[in-house]
């Protein structure tokens, strides 16, 4: 099954269920993990447990992101499962994702993203997100996206929460303090620990187009990426090729803001790349991206 049809297989209870497994020696029975996930209580002289599924929807979303393998007794760890922390945890399901083909039950995830960009540069904004209701919100999506997992639609009411939170986890969203509304979809803080992972700021500055063809094959549902230009396709759009979409321009402008790196233009800006319109902030376009400590501040 694919992970977003185990809802209750969040990704804290899946790297619970990793780190146990690890502490175990790497393999366990499967009584022994689901008696660690839920250990029940006594009432009455009689064993109870409640939410079952806790282990059964965390143990099946970490065999469909390929963290572990099973069989009718037992579980064991993938070798390169062994993530040493939480962050790294979602920097190996962040690879394992990017990696995948289109038609894996799981590619939905970071394909589904990725038709927010395009669509959010389709309609030149992001008040859609907010505007479209969870069942609209999941037609329209299943409308972008192809193939269909054991329950038959790649998304549905159900799985946008499931969806959304493995987002916010993976760095691809906020969770905003308000009853019912969606999350922010920002990749502002993916983006920063790519350009770590990356050792980016080694390089001290880069042009506008190095940075976004190495951010985009990093992550591939921004503009220029692989999945970006595979959900404009899907969608009919033809993205301006030296204009980035609302979302990727709103990050780079966070981005810029807390002088995690600086859009600069340098020389002649005929090479410049222009960000979606925001009147208010001093920063329309670029041809340059310095990284923090790599000169005078602009």
Known sequence: MSVLSRPQGSPERVWSLIAGLAALGGRAN??????????GY???????????ELAGDSLGAAVSLGLLETDRHDAWLD??????DFDSFADQVHDRLT???????????????????????????LGWIYDWGRDEFADKANDALLGEDE????????????????????????????????DYPSPAARITRELERGRFAADGELSADKFLSLISERQPYLD????????CQRIGHVPKSR????????????LHDDRTIQL???????DAVALSDDPAHPVQSFNLVAFRNSGPQS
Do not use: C
């Open 30 to 39: 499967r009584e022994t993990l689901e008696g660690l996930f839920n250990p």
């Open 151 to 182: 329950e038959g639609r790649p998304m549905n009411t159900t799985k946008i929460v499931a969806w959304r939170r493995w987002l916010s986890f993976l760095g691809l969203g906020i969770p905003l303090p308000l009853p019912n509304v969606p």
């Open 42 to 52: 006594v009432k009455a002289g009689v064993h109870l447990r409640t939410k079952e």
């Open 264 to 270: 600069r233009i340098r020389g002649d800006a005929a």
């Open 224 to 231: 220029r990426g692989r999945l970006y230009l595979q959900a």
């Open 243 to 254: 204009m980035l979409s609302p979302l990727l321009s709103m990050a780079l402008r966070d």
């Open 79 to 84: 070798a390169a499962a062994m993530a040493s």
């Open 99 to 125: 990696e995948l083909e289109s038609g894996h039950t799981d590619a939905v995830i970071l394909e589904a993203y990725a038709w927010i960009f395009a669509e959010s540069d389709r309609q030149r904004g």
